[in-house]
């Protein structure tokens, strides 16, 4: 009889060190989970940062574009109007100068 108490304490014991072992790994299986988490976290922000950084700089440039076309055709606007109103001064003086004549 003492025999099969001494069998039941020692596979109680025996039971009790698996349930701590195993306590120990589920929660060494939950840190890392943690850790694997944060570190994909992480790589997910830095990507987010990355790809916002990557759009702010091609806004950048297709705005540089844009206003590099906007000034070019702006310029382009101004040389005909100077061409129109040249053209109209040389006009006007004729004018004038006709109606000088006729008079």
Same mark, same amino acid.
């Given at each position: 009889m003492e025999e099969i108490i001494k069998?039941? &304490?020692d596979a109680e014991k025996e039971a009790e060190a698996r349930i701590e072992a195993a306590k120990g790994e589920a929660k060494k299986i939950v840190e890392d989970a943690?850790?694997? /988490?944060r570190a994909i976290e992480e790589k997910i922000?830095?990507?987010?940062?990355?790809e916002g950084e990557e759009l702010i700089e091609n806004a950048r440039r297709e705005g540089e574009e844009?206003?590099?076309?906007i000034l070019a055709e702006g310029d382009?606007?101004?040389e005909d109007m100077k061409?129109? /109103?040249t053209q109209n001064f040389e006009r006007a003086v004729s004018a004038v100068i006709e109606l &000088?004549?006729?008079s």
């Open positions: 069998r039941i &304490v943690k850790a694997e /988490a922000l830095e990507s987010a940062r990355k844009e206003a590099k076309r382009r606007e101004i061409i129109k /109103a &000088v004549r006729g």
